[in-house]
Nanobody
Framework: QVQLVESGGGLVQAGDSLRLSCAAS????????MGWFRQAPGKEREFVAA????????YYADSVKDRFTISRDNIKNTVYLQMNGLKPEDTAVYYC??????????????????WGRGTQVTVSS
């Protein structure tokens, strides 16, 4: 069993930056591909970014490419999402998740087995 806990969310202004963290316990994440998703009120949970178990491969949604950076520290068992140039449309609850496999980087949330409870990010205009 894996427990994932997100942190780092908050209320910021448009153009600001935030760094989200996802800390894992119960089992090492060093062999798992990881992803970040987000869900705005009244909308489906959507893919944001994914990273391979080694950190060597990353994959981003078009809406965040060139603004967000996913990274990981396998020694600390933590995954990060650096968010720059935040926009009001980035407002959502952000979730981290552990993929079921390591073969490819998935954007489909059904491919992810373990989920955190989320952290709120609010961007004011």
């Amino acid at each position: 069993q894996v427990q994932l806990v997100e942190s780092g969310g908050g209320l910021v202004q448009a153009g600001d930056s935030l760094r989200l963290s996802c800390a894992a316990s119960g089992r090492t994440l060093s062999s798992a591909n990881m992803g970040w998703f987000r869900q705005a009120p009244g909308k489906e949970r959507e893919f944001v970014a994914a990273i391979s178990w080694s950190g060597g491969r990353t994959y981003y949604a078009d809406s965040v490419k060139d603004r967000f950076t996913i990274s990981r520290d396998n020694i600390k068992n933590t995954v990060y999402l650096q968010m720059n140039g935040l926009k009001p449309e980035d407002t959502a609850v952000y979730y981290c998740a552990a993929d079921r496999s390591t073969a490819v980087l998935h954007s489909n949330r059904d491919e992810y087995r373990y989920w955190g409870r989320g952290t709120q990010v609010t961007v004011s205009s």
